[in-house]
């Protein structure tokens, strides 16, 4: 009996030796749900989803003609009630679809700094006049990605529903047409119980 | 009840929370169209076959369909991811590819594809899981 709660007491010890210490610990980047809400999992679908479906939209890909079309993002728009970084998701898209080679991208964000750098080199004397990048030379985007995030939401007896739609489309600057679009939906919900702690 | 009976309870109460994380695992050679399914979980071979693998080329990118049967009439909830390996087997943009959410209902089949990060992708690597096991 005495070996009996020897073994009993070790296993208390091992169970509680968790208790009362803080630990933190790198996890993985796809978790399941803990709330209704969008998590860093549903964001990463959706970057992946759409990524996928511009690079295999065969229709699209006729019409660029295996060459590598000059795309710019003019941003996504958050209609959602949510607080989000939509930028982090156009550069997710971005760097995805420049590193399947089969895209290349201007960026307008940095087009201050470019002005800035050709301007030193042209104007500050230590630049060789041969080698200094004059303006006006730059590649110019043919078509632009541009879309939308918008959540619908409903609380019904202690459950919160949570629609979220994501739409991204790209547009032909120079014809004003759409040439490819694609949305992705997420659904999700979140029971709140009654009892428990 | 004996020591040994009350033993064994609380061990099995202690360790309760320790779960299989081995999921289903389906590899697929685009080159030379070679699939094999090594599954290595045993609750989830009880549940869920790998039916079909086939693969393609779009514009020069490997994509690789897998196709899952559910062999119970429960719905599972499960979450695949497909990696992608070059030719000499390292992994490309591993933390690139998520794992997507599947509801599979009883019985019924569900196809997953995947598409290559860039034109190097040679070997998909798919990788299903119950969502219950994703932390």
């Given amino acids: ?197 | 009840m004996n020591c040994k009976t009350v033993l064994i309870a609380a061990a099995m109460a202690v360790f309760a929370g320790c779960t299989e994380t081995a999921g289903t695992r389906v590899v697929i050679d685009t080159a030379t169209g070679e699939s094999s399914v090594m599954e290595c979980s045993t609750r989830l071979r009880n549940r869920v076959r790998v039916a079909k693998c086939t693969y393609s080329d779009v514009d020069g990118i490997a994509k690789a369909t897998v196709t899952l049967e559910s062999l119970t009439h429960k719905r599972l909830e499960l979450q695949a991811r497909m990696v992608w390996l070059d030719e000499d087997g390292a992994e490309i943009d591993a933390d690139g590819k998520s794992f997507r959410a599947i509801v599979l209902d009883g019985r019924d089949f569900v196809t997953f594809s995947g598409l290559a990060p860039n034109p190097r992708g040679r070997t998909a690597k798919v990788q299903v899981r119950e969502t219950e096991n994703a932390q």
């Fill in chain 1, 1 to 197: 009996m005495k070996a009996c709660y020897i073994g009993l007491a070790a296993l208390a010890a091992m169970s509680m030796a968790g208790c009362s210490t803080v630990t933190a610990r790198e996890t993985q980047l796809d978790r399941k749900a803990m709330t209704a809400a969008l998590e860093p999992q549903d964001v990463r679908r959706t970057v992946e989803k759409m990524v996928d479906s511009m690079l295999q939209d065969e229709e699209f890909i006729k019409e660029v003609g295996g060459s590598r079309p000059v795309l710019d993002i003019s941003g996504i728009q958050n209609r959602s009630t949510m607080h989000l970084d939509m930028a982090s998701i156009t550069d997710s898209i971005r760097t995805k679809l420049l590193r399947s080679r089969k895209f290349r991208f201007m960026d307008r964000a940095t087009s201050g700094e470019d002005a800035q750098f050709m301007n030193d080199q042209a104007m500050n004397g230590l630049t060789d006049p041969s080698k200094a990048i004059a303006a006006g030379q730059q590649s110019a985007a043919q078509m632009y990605l541009y879309g939308a995030l918008t959540e619908m939401r409903q609380q019904v007896d202690g459950v919160t529903d949570r629609y979220y739609k994501f739409t991204l489309n790209l547009k032909d600057l120079r014809t004003g047409e759409l040439v490819w679009s694609d949305e992705q939906e997420i659904r999700k919900e979140q029971t709140k119980s009654t009892m428990g702690f």
